[in-house]
């Protein structure tokens, strides 16, 4: 049995794990710093469409968030997330072969940070090149075809694939191009954020 009254603890133990503020997760989300606050202080919640998108940030079942256990997700997590941390970057260019989403938020921060979650093959497959304050991330596809994304083995992960990456600085020129057959879509977002995102997928939204 699912308990909502708990989620303000359950949100705030999450956060603290990924050693994030309230500011940082709002960022994620793409939200006010203030909504985290009465979350935790329970005297709110968020809006239903949130929460598979909070449940995908921190890599848990969406049933976590209501109180149930994740001990089961957390043998899996640990093969299914990543973290690298860079100097702050002026560039970033991101080639995606396969299906995933793509946060990126432009501030000034003391460094650059991208957080990589998703399949075991998603992430065995993922290059990185960092030289210069430029970062280039390769999302190669799997199944080593250069002509067409073909469906392939994603294990017991059936969550979207995510890149959330924190430039660290405001003035940082990002390019974001898909190959393949693969649909890239951006997402519009309020004009008071920081914050582009993009969902990379074979199917018409």
């Not at 359950?10 to 997760?25: D, S």
């Not at 501030?107 to 993922?126: C, M, P, Q, R, V």
Request: net charge negative; proline share 3%.
């Amino acid at each position: 049995m699912y308990h909502l009254n708990k989620f303000c603890n359950i949100i705030f133990e999450l956060r603290k794990e990924r050693g994030w503020t309230q500011t940082i997760l709002a960022e994620k989300l793409g939200i006010a710093p203030q909504s985290i606050s009465k979350w935790e202080c329970g005297i709110g919640y968020p809006d239903v469409t949130l929460f598979p998108l909070i449940a995908d940030l921190f890599g848990v079942d969406i049933g976590v968030l209501f109180g149930q256990s994740k001990e089961e997700d957390e043998s899996m997590n640990h093969d299914n997330k990543k973290t690298f941390v860079f100097e702050p970057l002026h560039r970033v260019e991101l080639m995606v072969g396969n299906e995933c989403d793509i946060i990126v938020t432009k501030k000034e921060t003391e460094n650059a940070y991208l957080d990589i979650e998703g399949d075991s093959s998603f992430i065995e497959f993922l290059g990185l090149e960092k030289e210069d304050g430029v970062l280039r991330v390769n999302v190669k596809n799997p199944t080593g075809s250069n002509i067409k994304w073909i469906p392939y083995d994603r294990g017991n992960y059936n969550k979207r694939n995510i890149i959330t990456l924190h430039t660290g600085k405001e003035e940082c020129q990002l390019f974001v191009v898909s190959y393949l057959d693969l649909n890239l879509y951006e997402i519009e977002m309020d004009d008071n954020t920081d914050t582009d995102r993009w969902i990379c997928m074979k199917e018409s939204l």
